[in-house]
């Protein structure tokens, strides 16, 4: 990148806010995805306002500089990285929370804001921010709109797009724009605002959230749950929503992840099931009691082997602090973790996820399982050394034949982490050419010279 374009930067945000050092560029040449091929930036930006992204984009516009908007890098699709030369946009200074509203339970604030951040703040006036990925005390909601980060609650609660109300975006060329609002209703024109939800960055660069919010509910019980096998809790969680109660969470690990989950946190965990399922079910006190009763009715009634109710708050914690741990407790039994997110219709699950089990034991791959039951998305975990390129050819091969089991049961490649690079070549598979064709007409429109976020989802 010319010298003169950098001076440009400096002058605009700051020197302290161009990195052009190579340990810095190294930095933020990758997120969380591991197994795929980067490069390092020119440049890295950190803007501190809507106007200065604008300004960005104008340079970048008349110079042709591809653009790479990042977050907190928790993505694991590869959707944030570089693939060439260019510049990596920060939003992690745009982190003001700028306006709670409580008649209306609205939140706007900025991009770079910490979703747990938010939902902190939103707590004191007794509100609730319902999306919760894995990695919510890191992750930014400028990136949680980009790829309609999903989480624990989206069982009940829904994911990101169900509480976007409005966005600030700028555009390729710099313009700014605002669509939606506080209105319950409002049918003016397009639905614009819901064109940048799980764009990926792709269309334009979201630097403002206004989000939904729910009455924080008043109380919460949680169990776990085991089963000697898969199919029998496969069957409690229809039946579960089929008594006309929708948890909270109702999330699902299988024998390699209980294993080392339970190796690492040590709190008790059933070693020897087939699989389990942690149930939390919210609201009103006299519901929770009424609904946690029917739960443990339903699971006794279709043969689960144990029932266990968290009686107290810091056994509710563990429980939810060793799911989190999913990914890290796995991640320690080899050098490298690659994590998707398949998902299929709920009742198609438990095929699914036996079918994952057959083919890692087909193509010899170690591959722990995760997901959010209640609502079909799958989190298959795959243990590996990517240094080694005959287990990642094997890796590639299960892959292929995974995603292919998620489509042939009216699944979908990606339910919470976006398609990126990982998951790219594999799009063809879901869409046929004329509804990919649209997806980038749709692109070129927003983004004629590509500079947005190049090479991703699209190959």
Known sequence: MDQVIIEQFKKLLGEENVLIENDDLFCYSYDATQGIKTEFPDVVLFPSTTEQVSEIMKIATKHKIPVYPKGA???????????????????LKMDKIIEIDTENHTCLCEA?????????????????????????????????????????????????????????????DGSIVKYGGKNIKDVSGFNMKAIFVMAEGMLGIVTEVLCKLVPRPEDRKAMMVTFSKLETAAETIKAIIANKIIPATMEIMDNTCIKAVEEFSKIGL????????????DGWKETVEREAAKVIEVCNACGADKVDVAQDMARREALW???????????????????????????????????????????????????????????????????????????????SDMFDAALARNGTLSGEHGIGIAKAPYLPRQFSPEEIGLMKKLKAAFDPDNLLNPGKMFV
Do not use: W
Not at 73 to 91: A, C, D, H, Q, Y
Not at 270 to 281: K, M, N, R
Not at 333 to 356: H, K, N, Q, Y
């Open 270 to 281: 059933p070693v020897d099931a087939e699989a389990l399922l942690l149930i939390e079910v």
């Open 73 to 91: 890098g928790t993505n694991l699709s590869g959707g944030t990285v570089p693939l060439n030369k260019g510049i990596v946009l920060s939003l």
């Open 321 to 399: 602090a060793a799911r989190r741990a999913a990914i890290p407790a796995q991640g320690r039994l080899r050098p490298s973790l690659i994590l998707m997110d398949a998902t299929v219709p709920r009742g198609e699950l438990a095929g699914f996820l036996r079918a994952v089990q057959e083919l890692s034991k087909k193509h010899n791959i170690l591959c722990g399982n995760f997901g959010h039951a209640g609502d079909g998305n799958l989190h298959p975990t795959i243990l590996c050394d990517v240094r080694d390129a005959d287990e990642m050819k094997r890796v590639d091969d299960f892959l």
């Open 112 to 172: 770079g804001v910490v979703i747990q951040d938010m939902d902190d703040a939103v707590a004191k006036f007794g509100l609730l921010y319902p999306p919760d990925p894995a990695t919510v005390k890191t992750a930014t909601m400028g990136g949680s709109v980009a790829e309609c980060a999903g989480g624990l609650r989206g069982l009940k609660y829904g994911v990101t797009k169900d509480y976007v109300m409005g966005v600030k975006v700028v555009l390729a």
